[in-house]
């Protein structure tokens, strides 16, 4: 992930702040606010680093083909990682 999560939570701190100072949502209970915009920030974040790995346990399984084919590692990473992101519909 690119940011801490300390990082991430003072960003869902600072919208819910400027979500509720800007009359843009009301609430009496603006912790639940960030700590739902907290949860939803760190989902979004983690995406990638979930995309990664399943990226990495796939190129696993097919190892010993890639080595055979000569085929690189990081250019397969690439490739696989697009069509995962493709699947997930996800924005990264």
Do not use: C, H, W
């Not at 843009?24 to 995406?47: D, G, R, S, W, Y």
């Not at 790995?53 to 399984?61: P, Y």
């Not at 697009?82 to 996800?90: F, M, Q, T």
């Amino acid at each position: 992930m690119l940011f801490s999560k300390e990082y991430v939570g003072y960003l869902a701190r600072q919208v819910a702040q400027k979500l509720v100072a800007g009359e843009f949502i009301e609430t009496k209970e603006p912790a639940k606010v960030t700590e739902a915009l907290n949860t939803a920030l760190l989902e979004e974040l983690q995406l990638e680093d979930r995309i990664n790995d399943e990226v990495r346990l796939i190129l696993e399984q097919y190892e010993e083909e890639l080595q055979r084919a000569g085929a690189s590692y990081q250019e397969m990473f690439r490739k696989v990682k697009s069509e995962l992101v493709r699947k997930y519909k996800a924005v990264l």
